[in-house]
T-cell receptor, first 111, second 117 residues
Framework: QKEVEQDPGPLSVPEGAIVSLNCTYS??????FMWYRQYSRKGPELLMY????GNKEDGRFTAQVDKSSKYISLFIRDSQPSDSATYLC???????????FGKGTRLHILP | GAGVSQSPSNKVTEKGKDVELRCDPI?????LYWYRQRLGQGLEFLIY????????KSGLPSDRFSAERTGESVSTLTIQRTQQEDSAVYLC???????????????FGPGTRLTVT
């Protein structure tokens, strides 16, 4: 079993829809959870991070962590064509050095 | 301020040749990472530098791969005797490190697209 599992997609949704992106993981020691966004031919950029369980909201984006289920989600409200990108989840053990990335989900927002 | 820069942006090389990829991190960032991203794949960790500590080389796929970092500045990833399976985008990232508030906040460069023919 891989440490971090993420459906590669592609996921196509109409503009304005709510998008749900998810990852599962196996290492219960993970404490920091991140979402990176990667546009085509660019490096990933940090979108959001959360520590331990709970929700975090930033504008149209909400990150959710359920440690009991080892499941994290990123919700995008009022999706825009500019949200079309690959979204990578990532996680690390508290104060550990190495971040483990998921393979990324390709998202297409259809105008 | 300047972000992470990488050079060259593209590199085409013949199988068996050596290549050197360069990364200039954000000034003051103590941590530096190299990743490999094959087409349609996620990020594959290669090596990690943190200050003056010994680097974490656990992700290097073979002894043909090596990397160096001078202090807390420039890093070079070297691939010797390149093979076709080395074709990928090589991404560098830097981070303020633990003392700077979080290793999770990695800032990525645009990558070097390596093609081995």
């Amino acid at each position: 079993q891989k440490e971090v599992e993420q459906d590669p997609g592609p996921l196509s949704v109409p503009e304005g829809a709510i998008v749900s992106l998810n990852c599962t993981y196996s290492n219960s020691a993970f404490q920091y959870f991140m979402w990176y966004r990667q546009y085509s031919r660019k490096g990933p950029e940090l979108l959001m991070y959360t520590y331990s369980s709970g929700n975090k909201e930033d504008g149209r984006f909400t990150a959710q962590v359920d440690k009991s289920s080892k499941y994290i989600s990123l919700f995008i409200r009022d999706s825009q064509p500019s949200d079309s990108a690959t979204y990578l989840c990532a996680m690390s053990v508290y104060r550990d050095d190495k971040i483990i990335f998921g393979k990324g989900t390709r998202l297409h927002i259809l105008p | 301020g300047a972000g992470v820069s990488q050079s060259p942006s593209n590199k085409v090389t013949e199988k068996g040749k050596d290549v050197e990829l360069r990364c200039d991190p954000i000034s003051g960032h103590t941590a530096l990472y190299w990743y490999r991203q094959r087409l349609g794949q996620g990020l594959e960790f290669l090596i990690y530098f943190q200050g003056n500590s010994a680097p974490d080389k656990s992700g290097l796929p073979s002894d043909r791969f090596s990397a160096e970092r001078t202090g807390e500045s420039v890093s070079t990833l070297t691939i010797q005797r390149t093979q076709q399976e080395d074709s990928a985008v090589y991404l560098c990232a830097s981070s303020p490190g633990l003392a700077g508030g979080g290793l999770y906040e990695q800032y990525f460069g645009p990558g070097t697209r390596l093609t081995v023919t």
